[in-house]
């Protein structure tokens, strides 16, 4: 069973950075492409930006120039870069495997964009 841990939110002014942090247990980390997602208050949960094994990269429209996903493979970690940070950001932010391969959801890490 793999478990997903998040870390890295916390409470920063608009224009501030952040950087998330997503530990996989397990030995197949390497083998799936990852995403981050997010799911604000009274909304979905969506998809922001995922990274293959191969290290390519996708971001949604809303993020792309501001957050930057990376991974790390010996150490069984992803990673999401957040800069330029609006308060339209503010969510929960999860990382897990892509459709149909999720893994349990991790609790996330909260992330707030507030002056």
């Known amino acids: 069973q793999v478990q997903l841990v998040e870390s890295g939110g916390g409470l920063v002014q608009p224009g501030g950075s952040l950087r998330l942090s997503c530990t996989a247990s397990?030995?197949?980390?390497?083998?799936?492409?990852m995403g981050w997602y997010r799911q604000a208050p009274g909304k979905q949960r969506e998809l922001v930006a995922t990274?293959?094994?191969?290290?390519?990269?996708y971001y949604i429209d809303s993020v792309k120039g501001r957050f930057a996903v990376s991974r790390d493979n010996a150490k069984n970690t992803v990673y999401l870069q957040m800069n330029s940070l609006k308060p339209e950001d503010t969510a929960v932010y999860f990382c897990?495997?892509?459709?149909?391969?999720?893994?349990?959801w991790g609790q996330g890490t909260q992330v707030t964009v507030s002056s």
């Open positions: 397990g030995s197949t980390f390497r083998v799936y492409p």
């Open positions: 897990n495997r892509l459709a149909p391969n999720y893994a349990s």
């Open positions: 990274i293959a094994g191969t290290h390519a990269t």
